[in-house]
């Protein structure tokens, strides 16, 4: 950075000390996200919901046949059609995406559910055109906070990821689905209701058996993995038996709403602030696709309007002013220039944001996207970590996937290191040796994990064990 002015680069070790989160905040963050985890399984509860799944166990791979899944995330709707055949870890899929149009996230309740019962018919008729299929089990992937009190209903607790339709929240989203699916005719039983996380530790875990926690990097974060029935102080009034293993749900994007241990700035203030829904989600606004590249525009804009330094003088930045009109694929853009001029970010700037940056503005772009990736990583495996603390897992593998974790440079490498530093382990011995817990690619959660849960319940129900099963004779019925 040789060719940076002193202003400027005065103004990145700033950014470095505002961004950066050492290996003494990270255990604090641990330690306090332990404590908040046992929260969320109290009687009292807490900030992270810690939603019982009535998911109880792993699959063993018994589990066999067709089911339908369907996925509803915050930009596409997917319909599956999963085979589970006689192999272990094997399975076939059939699938469509069908864009979720924005005016449906802030539109009705009754148009939500008649869209997604439309592209489940047009799925259908497009693949058993004349076919009876009798009633195929089917697993929704519902992505958003929602109660359980039963594995096949759900109660949403708050819209996420753009959602803002009213008359839902507090609502069992299950009938509000069943009767569009009753008003075309479709021959479907809705047989689990799951999150996307509980899915990808289900799918994970079915081919890769070492896996004991799910978790979801991308337009939100969350985590998913079993806990034991008597550590569960919420529902010891079900007189389960102790051992018996069932799903948590964290929902911890909710980690610290009460802002007592996450290392905000000024600018995750703002987004806070401003944001539909203030003192909710507070980890997630740290460390989720959907706010990085708002971090990244905040900040840019505020070293515009200083004094101290200059960056952008006699540029246009309307286009930079728009709220979220960054997104984490634009920091991953700057971050994966490979040109040691950064042509490609000067590229993508004059392009997205009308602004034609000098060499050395582009360098301060290029270390803050790198400071805002670095510290969402490495809060991220703050989650994993409590977990581990929490349950005593000294070695596994952590089934992840989402958008951040999938696709964002250097994310995995730099959780890893966190995870390092967090959990105290020695420098690994040569290139191929495994950390004792490993983040890896997760099998398909909302798909083929919606459907292994279908299948777990059916086959349960068919074993005797109907806890958490509200439909009972919908499904025995199944079990013929």
Not at 31 to 55: A, C, R
Not at 146 to 164: E, M, N, P, S
Not at 241 to 263: K, R, S
Not at 396 to 412: I, L, M, Q, R, T
């Amino acid at each position: 950075m040789a060719d940076v002015p002193k202003d400027l680069l005065e103004q990145i070790k700033e950014l470095e000390d505002l961004f950066t989160v050492d290996q003494a905040k990270l255990k604090e963050v641990v330690n306090h996200f332990v404590k908040e985890l046992d929260k969320g399984l109290s009687v009292e509860g807490g900030s992270i919901p810690m939603n019982v799944t009535w998911v109880m166990g792993y699959p063993d791979g018994s589990e066999t046949g067709t089911f339908l899944a369907l996925d509803m995330g915050g930009t596409n709707l997917r319909v599956c059609e999963i085979i589970l055949p006689e192999e272990v870890g094997e399975f076939d899929i059939i699938q469509s995406k069908y864009r979720m149009p924005e005016e449906l996230k802030v539109g009705t309740s009754e148009e939500l559910w008649e869209y997604i019962a439309d592209c489940v018919q047009q799925f259908i008729e497009y693949h058993h055109e004349g076919e009876d299929l009798g009633t195929v089990p089917l697993g929704f992937t519902f992505s958003y906070p929602a109660t359980q009190d039963y594995i096949d209903h759900g109660v949403l607790q708050r819209w996420t990821k753009g959602f803002d339709i009213d008359g839902v929240e507090g609502q069992d989203v299950v009938p509000l689905f069943e009767n569009a699916l009753a008003k075309r005719g479709l021959p479907i039983k809705l047989t689990a209701l799951i999150n996307d996380t509980t899915g990808t530790l289900i799918a994970s875990n079915y081919t890769d058996e070492t896996t004991r926690i799910g978790a979801i990097f991308g337009t939100g974060c969350n985590a998913a993995y079993m806990e034991n029935c008597g550590s569960i102080p919420k529902i010891a009034h079900l007189n389960l038996p102790p051992e018996t293993p069932i799903a948590i749900n964290c929902e911890y994007g909710a980690f610290d709403n009460e802002h007592v241990v996450l290392p905000l700035t000024k600018y995750d203030q703002i987004i806070d602030r401003d944001s539909p829904r203030p003192g909710q989600q507070a980890f997630e606004k740290m460390i989720a696709g959907l706010y990085l590249g708002e971090v990244f525009r905040l900040v840019l804009l505020d070293l515009h309007e200083k004094q101290s330094c200059t960056i952008f003088p006699d540029q246009h930045l309307s286009q930079l002013q728009k709220p979220y009109s960054l997104d984490a694929s634009f920091l991953s853009l700057i971050e994966e220039d490979p040109f040691e001029n950064l042509s490609e970010t000067h590229d993508l700037f004059k392009k997205k944001l009308g602004i034609d940056a000098k060499k050395p503005e582009l360098e301060l772009c290029r270390r803050l996207a790198e400071l805002i990736g670095t510290r969402a990583a490495r809060l991220s495996a703050c989650g994993i970590a409590a977990i581990c603390k929490k349950k005593g897992i000294d070695s596994c593998h952590v089934g992840a996937d989402g958008s951040v974790f999938n696709k964002y440079p250097h994310f995995k490498a730099r959780g890893a290191q966190a995870l390092r530093e967090i959990l105290d382990w020695p420098p690994s011995k040569g290139r191929r040796s495994e950390d004792p817990v490993e983040i890896k690619p997760a099998e398909d959660g909302s798909g083929v994990g919606a459907a292994l849960i279908a299948a777990l319940t059916i086959k349960r129900v068919k074993a005797g064990n109907l806890a958490g099963i509200k439909d009972r004779k919908g499904i025995e019925g199944m079990c013929r």
